[in-house]
Structures are given as structure tokens and as C-alpha cells.
């Protein structure tokens, strides 16, 4: 079974009824607007605020025959409002209705996944500050590297978060943009006041200029910012993945009583929500690349791109709400295993520490040439012959005579590659 991923903060901002709510809104504020103005009388906007209103499956009934959902709502609205309804949509087209709209959707979705974002990283830091002095092997092409902690593994991540919650800032603000710029963008039918004042009272930015459409790239940048998110994600993933792995298993995934791993085999616990994931990272870089690909339009518009946004927005909302939502409940429970992290690192033999002991020879008055030779080979050693490094290291003439006993002891002590972390924890989380 495909796990449901409609969030219902989502399902209520991307209902067909709250996207009429809002274009009745938009109407009913432009004739306001005017009517302050004196362009149309106060009691026939008085009546279109108090008679405005629609009913969803008679919209869809008319735009069976007219082919065309704001002609129907219209038709529909004016139905309720009687003969004032000519004072609607006056000067506009269809375009300003459903862009200036889609453009409070946007806002209200953004918002919510403002919120789950920043939840994330509270919950991220609390594991990062946990787990901050947690030994744990680092690894390059997957391979033994030196000593980390698993503090500061999340510590990346929430700073890579942070990053997406400054980008998805910026990506609502340049889509909480209406317009109400006529046919073409020239504002033939309607003073251009009369958009800035609608637009303060929706609450949304006037574009500075528009043709019948806005244009795609600030919602090419929205769609962007939440595939960035999207992609911070799968990179944690997929290295719980990894850590998972049972010649790994550093960390699991919560498993609850009852559940599950395989069909076949009943010993297994799978990655399942982070896999899930990490699919779900694929989809939103596809509606991001969609999203761009719906930038340039024929002239002053057409709408090959409506199709597409109507898919594409509201899913991609509904997915990165999801995922994010579910991230947290990973982070929050995830299993961790000190114990087994050190007995990885121990796997290496002391290999982890080959550096410390280059620095150390060359502090010693070994060119570096020569001590990165001599460290090598005892490291391959090590590899070949299953020796144990540190003692590679005392038998090896070249590292023995420069480096005493003690001091090559010294190279071995993981605390020396963790005295910074304190440090980096403070300066990253200055960030907030």
C-alpha cells in the first residue's frame, strides 16, 4: 500500500473550495477598492460583499458546458449577487483572478512548511547536542577515515536546514505577488492604484510589472527551494541508510511493537521511511525541473503552464510537508549504538589515526615526504597482513626513533579530534 502523504494542512489550503474562497475574496476587494474610489457606487460593493458567494458543484456543472472554471465561478458568483454582478471581474482577466490567488495558496502552503521545517531543526539539534561528543568513525568513498561524532554529523545537516529555511523565506516572498494588470499587462481598463491598494489588502506584493501572467521564475525559485530542501533530506537519508546496514547497524530507524520488516524473512528491519524518502527527494527534483521548463511562455502568456501547476504545486507541497513531517519523527526516535560506533572504528586497527601520526613525525623533523612513506607502510601492512597499526608503527625503525612510546600513544587518543567540536557547535548554531 502506497502510505498516504496528504498532509491536511495541505489538503485544506489546496481544496477546490478554498481556491474559490479566495478568488470571491479577490473579486469582492477589487470592487471595494473601487468603489473608495468612487468608480462604481458603495451600495453595489456593500451588496457584492454581503450577497458574494458560490457553490462548488454548480461551478462545476457550468464549466461542463462554458470549458472555462473563471467563467463558471463568475457565472456562478453572479448568480448569488444579481444584477451588482456587473461590477465584477470589471477591467480584469483571468489571469489576475487565478495568479493573485495562486499567489496567497503559496503563501499559506510555504508557511506551513515553514513550520515543519523549523520543528526539524529543533529536533535535529537536540539529537546534534545529545550525540555531540558521541565517537563515531568518519568515512570518504566509504572507507575508514578518521574519528568524528555523530553530534556533529547532525550538526551538518541542521545547518544545511537552516539554509533551506533562509532560501524557502526568500522563495515566499517573491511569490506573495499579485497583479491585477488586465489583457496584457497594460492596465488599460483599471488605474494601477487600484492593484497596489487590492494587493495591501490581500496582504501580497504588487508586481512591478506583469503581462497577463506573472512570470514563472519566482515560482521556478519556490518549486527550487523546497527540491533544495527536499534534497537536505535524502542526504540524511541515505545516510541513515547506510548506518543502518547490518555490517554497520550504527543507528536504526524506530520499529514498533507489531511491525514488520519482510514478508519472507522475519528478522529484518528495513529503512523503510527513510528510503521512502529519498524517492520522495526524485519527485520534487522533477517539479522543480518542470517548473522551470514552464518560464517561457508564448508572448505575452499562454497556458501550457496552468495544466502542469495545477499538478505540481499542491504536490509538491503536500510531499515536502510529508517528508519533512516524517524526518522528524525519524530524527526524534532514531536508535543509536554507541557501543558498535567504537567497535567499527576499532575495525580499522588504528588506522583511523595515520594522520596524527604523519603530523607527528613531521613535527618531529621528518620531512614529509619520508613519514607520509613510512606511516604508508605500516598502514599496508595493516591491510595485507592484518597487523594491528600502532604496533606497525613501534616495530617500524623509521617512526620508532623519532616518535617514543608515549607520543605515539598520544596519536591514538580520539579526544584529540574532538577538542574543536565544542567550538564548531557554538559558531553554527550562532546561526539562529
Request: charged share 25%; with cysteine; hydrophobic share 45%.
Amino acid at each position: 500500500m502506497i502510505p498516504r502523504y496528504e498532509t491536511p494542512a495541505m489538503l485544506a489550503i489546496w481544496s477546490n473550495r478554498r481556491k474559490l474562497e479566495i478568488w470571491q475574496e479577490v473579486e469582492v476587494v477589487v470592487c471595494e477598492v473601487r468603489a473608495d474610489r468612487g468608480e462604481i457606487p458603495p451600495e453595489a460593493a456593500r451588496l457584492i460583499r454581503e450577497r458574494a458567494a458560490f457553490d462548488e458543484a454548480r461551478v462545476l456543472e457550468i464549466e461542463e458546458t462554458v470549458q472555462h472554471d473563471v467563467i463558471a465561478f463568475l457565472t456562478n458568483l453572479g448568480e448569488h449577487i444579481g444584477p451588482e454582478a456587473r461590477f465584477v471581474h470589471e477591467g480584469m482577466t483571468s489571469s489576475d483572478l487565478v495568479d493573485t490567488a495562486f499567489a496567497v495558496q503559496l503563501r499559506e502552503s510555504g508557511l506551513v512548511l515553514r513550520a515543519a521545517l523549523v520543528a526539524l531543526m529543533a529536533t535535529v539539534k537536540a539529537r546534534a547536542l545529545e550525540h555531540q561528543d558521541t565517537v563515531m568513525v568518519g568515512r570518504s568513498h566509504g572507507i575508514h577515515a578518521e574519528p568524528t561524532t555523530f553530534g556533529l554529523k547532525l550538526l551538518v545537516y541542521w545547518s544545511a536546514l537552516r539554509r533551506s529555511l533562509r532560501r524557502l523565506d526568500a522563495a515566499i516572498e517573491e511569490v506573495t505577488v499579485g497583479q491585477i494588470s488586465g489583457a496584457v499587462g497594460t492596465m488599460a481598463h483599471l488605474d494601477p492604484e487600484v492593484e497596489a491598494e487590492t494587493m495591501r489588502r490581500l496582504g501580497l506584493a504588487v508586481a512591478p510589472v506583469a503581462t497577463q501572467v506573472l512570470q514563472r521564475d519566482r515560482h521556478a525559485a519556490f518549486l527550487n527551494a523546497l527540491a533544495l530542501a527536499g534534497a537536505t533530506l535524502e542526504q540524511m537519508a541515505v545516510e541513515i541508510r547506510n548506518l543502518q546496514r547490518t555490517d554497520v547497524h550504527e543507528v536504526e530507524e524506530p520499529f514498533g511493537a507489531g511491525q514488520k520488516g519482510s514478508s519472507a524473512m522475519p528478522h529484518k528491519k528495513n529503512p523503510i521511511v527513510s528510503e521512502r524518502i529519498t524517492g520522495m527527494a526524485r519527485l520534487l527534483r522533477g517539479y522543480a525541473h518542470t517548473a522551470l521548463e514552464n518560464v517561457a511562455l508564448w508572448h505575452e502568456r499562454d497556458i501550457s503552464h496552468s495544466s502542469v501547476e495545477r499538478i505540481i504545486f499542491p504536490d509538491a507541497c503536500h510531499v515536502l510537508h510529508y517528508m519533512l513531517q516524517k524526518m522528524t519523527w525519524l530524527i526524534g526516535g532514531l536508535v543509536v549504538f554507541p557501543e558498535r560506533m567504537l567497535e567499527n572504528m576499532d575495525r580499522a586497527r588504528g588506522m583511523v589515526y595515520s594522520q596524527t601520526v604523519l603530523l607527528a613525525l613531521v613535527r618531529a623533523g621528518v620531512p614529509r615526504e619520508d613519514a607520509y612513506a613510512a606511516v604508508q607502510r605500516c598502514a599496508m601492512r595493516v591491510w595485507d597482513e592484518g597487523a594491528d597499526f600502532r604496533e606497525a608503527l613501534r616495530r617500524d625503525p623509521a617512526v620508532a626513533s623519532r616518535l617514543p612510546a608515549g607520543e605515539l600513544d598520544r596519536c591514538f587518543d580520539p579526544a584529540w579530534h574532538r577538542r574543536h567540536v565544542g567550538q564548531l557547535f557554538a559558531r553554527t548554531l550562532a546561526q539562529e
